[in-house]
């Protein structure tokens, strides 16, 4: 057989060099040197040297696969006995940017019926988080079946990161924060926000308590917790600054994680030289968003904001920091503060006695701030749940000012401010809604550093309860309006006191034993002092519970500067010898109210103005 | 008597053989045990797909493809884009052949087999045009017979599969190796050359091939 093989060998007597020489050796001598080799050896040579040749072309990197013609005709036929399957589907997935069309539509007969439930063995470390693109589709969480994940499980341990990826893990071995408590992880997670800061990502902190002095948050980073009480911003003992610095960055969200600035260990007065140790420090910033924080046991405030704009403060637990829950100052625009929890903050303030707790403090050049929902507690001494305004003169004053539905709870009658309002040219607020109690004032307008002035105020639909006056404004407004709020003074002070009042109505107000028990000037249900003109009061009601008791007066007129005020269709319950008491020279005629149960004997006019009148 | 009885004993015996042989005939089939196909297939391990890639790229516009060799091998293209010329191959097929390219170790292939160095490998590309042939019988139509010893196995490239075909040695030394495409009428043979029975030449030519993507 091989004889016909036989054929001579000759080089190829032209050969040339390069190119054209190996493509006639491939092309043709070589393919004569195999012939002529098959005449020289016998068979049983040729085959152990073919055998040799072949063992090593075929001993490297041959995959084998079988089929079996049983599988393919009744129990199917595994994917790995399927060459060139793998690749394809490969390519089909990976290989293009556009819609795939590998389709389970395209399975006939008994593989139509595929409907995952035939994928086993499935390696989890094969599942990519960061790969996984539902492209839009639906992914019912019904065919989800989580039972098998156990604690190692958790986020803390899966993967969830890349070099652009949404989402970085502070305990990826890339960072190596150890969150025990213990360790110093300032380096792990300040490299986690810097290459967060790069990508625009989320930086993700699991259950675990970081010791850290001092981050740094960039602009355009997510700061993501498991929770306030599972994941832990702790400062170092001996730390050098705030839990967390947003300085001079735009476009960041801290959520989800609690700020312990442990003042024990670092600061515990809570004054100015304590001013480095803050839980969240905000300056020049732009659009931040602060979001189910609890910010606790800081040295000096638990969130200070200066110079800033677009801020919320959402939902977030404020307590035991060294002086304020929030501050802000010298520019603080577009704010909302809304569903916080605050309470016996300002321990630390050595300035302020024994047990001195102090509240949410904004000032000098304050704009289009809201503080709505939150719930503020313990404040005490002259401190103010809420304190708005310029505070001193010198300092800008503050407008556009909404606090609403909040409930302010003091510590006691004898101390504490609901809500102050500060500074001159403060205009355009809005105090409504809110529940005052167990406090020494509720709403103060009144300033140590100088008069506080404004106009346009409303201040609507309150209650004071158990509070030892209601409202004091001691500057001066004009333009506003203070109608529809409950004072429920239990025979301890005014209701309502201003000075300087003007071209104002208080109206549909509801005073009950509004003064002491033994009723004296100046423990009345409306005071106007100062220069109080050109003020409508009307459709009030003023109640005592006994006669001769409580509130000596429903209106009382204490200064003989005030004038044309309209005092007219109030109702007067078991008043005092005088309902009314008029010193100003009021050109106005006077308009009656309804009066029971008076204990005046006679109808008393002054000044055209009926101030007491008989019971019919 | 005794001649009935040898007549009666033949008749009863050749009654028993045919029942038997209906019974036999008549009963079911033994059920032969599925045969199994063995497939042997060659591919470039991950590993050397991720050094491939690093590899310097060679695309050829005329015929269509590109592929890869290692950074420290040489490229020789004179002859890369001819055209497809008419040549004879065994048993007087006419088929057309162009577009070598070589690939080869050194920096030049200015050599003959009787002066290249001792380490010279040479991997020559060839493009072919046969119309009605399979691979298989193209493949025969270069030497690579049943009668020489050939056989072969599947060879996995970038994005097609061929074979690679192996016969006798072209030397004494060297075994005849080519792995052939097809696609169509075109048949792009890749010959192996030199390289003897050390498993690293033949590693690095198959990674060359390897990575051969039609366009």
Redesign the interface.
Known sequence: MLGFFVLAFLLSPDARAESSYWKNYFSSEERKAVVKNAEKYTIKEIKTKSKKWKGIIRGYNIKNGTISDEDIKDNGISTDKISGLRDYVNEKIQGSSTPQDFSADNLTGTYAALDGSQITGLNPGNISIGSLNLGGGTFTAGALSVGDITSSGRFDTITMYSANGPIINVKHPDFGAIGNGLADDTIAIQTALDTAGINSTTVFLPKGIYRVSNLNVPSNVIVQGEGQNSTIIKLLNSATGNCLSVGDSNNVIIRDLQLDGNRVNNSTNGDSADSNWNGIWVNGATDIIIERVYSRSNGYHGIIMVNVSRIRVIDCHFEDNGYRPIHGHAGVYDVIIRGCQVAENGKGFANQGATPYDGIFFFDNVRRLVLSDNVIRGVTGSNPAIEVGGIKTGTTGSSHITIKNNIIDGNSISDGYGISLTGPELTDVIISGNVFTNILRGILAVDNYGVTTGMRFSITGNTFENCTSGILFYGGISKSIINGNVFDMETRGFGIKVKNLSQSTISGNTFTNAGTWTPSVGNDCIILEGTSVHNVITGNLFHNDSVGHCANYGVNENSATCNYNYITGNHYYQMVTANNRIQGANTQAGIDGTFVDVDGSTIGIANGIITSKTAP | MNKKITIISISLVALAIIFFGVWKWSSPKKITP????????????PESKKEITAWQKYENDKYHFQINYPNNWHI?T??AKTDLTE?TL?DNEIAK?GG?V?WSNEDN?????ENKPEDFL?L?M?VYEKTNTNLDDFAKL??FTQ???S?S??F?AT?L?GK?Y??????EKD???AIIFQKNNNFYVF?L?FIG?N?EN??VM?GIVGSLSLK
């Open positions: 599925p045969k199994s196909t063995l497939i042997q297939y060659k591919e470039t391990s020789f004179d002859e040549l065994q052949q070598t070589f292939i200015d050599y003959t087999q040479l020559g060839m270069l030497g009668e020489l010893q056989s196995v599947i996995k994005n599969e690679e192996i016969s006798l040695g072209a030397t075994p005849r190796v010959h050359g029975d498993q033949l590693k198959e």
